[in-house]
């Protein structure tokens, strides 16, 4: 297995993040790197999910991955072993999400120069993520059918700030009451533009249409 | 339906939380009402439980619940509509989580003058309401099947700081790959004086076991 390296982050000096923000996306830009920040509860599925992605990404893009977590290593660890894609360990300092300050630090920390495309995986938490820009080139999210069809109506701003919405475990759908028109309803009130994908990361339904989601995302952002 | 009441509450003005919230603990005990701080991620059952936890214990108490959220009122309304008790709805300003300010807040809201037993419904997030004491007289969390075995290792404060942790949807655990003895263990390396109840809440598997937990608490807290 790969030795993971860890940073600590802490959280920026700069009293304007989304300035901040703005200046990381530029970089990015110039740098050819493609960054997508993911965003969930706890548990619905981030980073079996990125593995399911990057093994089928991982042949056309150069691929890193920045796994954000308070504590532990475990998800740097589990996407290292299952991808082989070059991939770090930010711990937040007991913060609960990234600001782009910190992200700034993740993507000095796994260098950038060789990658054309980074996942960062934010801390596990609807609330406080989506309210702070890490600069990051798009916004995903996955919600999961045991979370329920009520979230978008709960934590709109996520759904609000997110270009893909992914809602996972579909395999389990027929175990839980999730009125799936109902939800997808709600989360298009909140976000028009949202593109909405039906998965299962365990089993691996629908994730080559989220495959051409990114093709067709990258092509259109290096042509701009 | 009942109409429900919603108050907004904003970050308390006082510096040291801690103090505030003993405080309040102190004041709760005066006046012989019990608070609970109720923690989870967003979608692990919050509402079913203490829907199903009230409507057994409301003849031995007299039971008021706050619906913390950042935004929608469906859970007061859920809670009112399913339990007949009475229940309030907290808006946060957006905050993540309740401190022991806003918590003060929503008891002169709900008035505790006639209730026994008052059920905090806190954000749905597994980090920052585990950093601020809301000054309940305990914390009681729910991680959910779906969420996986390793939160506890994930999102450690949460679970060091419960005395009761529920595992709730135990309907589903073999839909799902969940260690429940690695999970326990790990919760009791955290928290080695967690109690730990395996519930549906939606079967109602187990719930008497959590009703009689509120009894034994209740009792033990008068007598001290």
């Known amino acids: ?5 860890t940073i600590v982050v802490n959280r920026s000096a700069y009293a304007d ?19 997508v920040n993911l965003m969930s509860s706890p548990g619905a599925g981030k980073t079996t999910t990125l593995t399911a992605l990057i093994n089928l990404l991982k042949k056309d ?18 996407i290292a072993k299952n991808t082989g894609v070059k991939s770090i ?29 980074v996942f960062l995986e934010n801390v596990g938490n609807l609330v406080c993520p989506a309210e702070f820009d890490t600069g990051a080139s ?3 999210m996955i919600l999961s059918i045991p979370e329920g069809d009520d979230k978008p109506l709960k934590y709109p701003l996520v759904f609000e700030k997110c270009d893909l919405v992914l809602i996972n475990k579909i ?15 709600t989360i298009l ?5 949202a593109t909405i994908i039906e998965i299962s990361a365990k089993t691996g339904k629908n994730i080559n249409e989220v495959v051409n989601y990114f093709h067709n995302k990258l092509n259109s952002w290096r042509a701009n």
């Open 1 to 5: 297995m790969k030795e993971i390296k």
């Open 17 to 35: 993040n989304d300035e901040e923000a703005e200046l990381l996306r530029a970089y990015l830009k110039d740098h050819g790197t493609f960054l």
């Open 61 to 78: 893009y150069r691929i890193g991955v920045m796994e954000a977590d308070i504590d532990s290593d475990v998800d740097a660890l589990s």
């Open 89 to 117: 360990q930010i711990h937040t300092s007991g913060m609960c999400h990234l600001d782009a300050g910190m992200t700034k630090s993740g993507l000095d920390s796994i260098n950038i120069s060789d990658l054309d495309l």
């Open 138 to 140: 798009m916004d995903m």
């Open 171 to 185: 395999d389990a759908i027929d175990y839980f009451d999730f009125d799936m028109e109902k939800c997808k309803k």
């Open 189 to 193: 009130m909140r976000n028009p533009n």
